[in-house]
């Protein structure tokens, strides 16, 4: 892996780990909104399980795809076979 590939992927990790937080605070804010208006949960789970999906979807975009690249692979299979042979 180049230096400009482990770049980009800790620049994706770290915007995931961005979009976690601000996801769970959003939402933390949201019930609180929604429990103080009426002291019960009315619209807040609306907007977490439609987030969610767009969470859900930023993981697999970061964590899946990966697994379907060839590059990635022979990368991976390659780092197996060195760690092998440096321990025989």
Do not use: C, P
């Not at 770290?14 to 009315?42: C, E, P, Q, S």
């Not at 767009?54 to 390659?78: D, N, P, T, W, Y």
């Amino acid at each position: 892996m180049t230096e400009q590939e482990l770049h980009n992927r800790a620049e994706a990790n770290v915007a995931f780990y961005r979009h976690i937080l601000t996801y769970v605070i959003i939402n933390l804010g949201l019930f609180a909104l929604d429990y103080y208006n009426n002291a019960k949960i009315d619209w807040a789970y609306f907007a977490l399980f439609g987030w969610g999906i767009g969470l859900l979807s930023h993981f697999l975009q970061i964590k899946s795809f990966a697994m379907f690249s060839v590059e990635k692979e022979k990368e991976r299979l390659r780092n197996k076979i060195i760690k092998i042979n440096g321990l025989i």
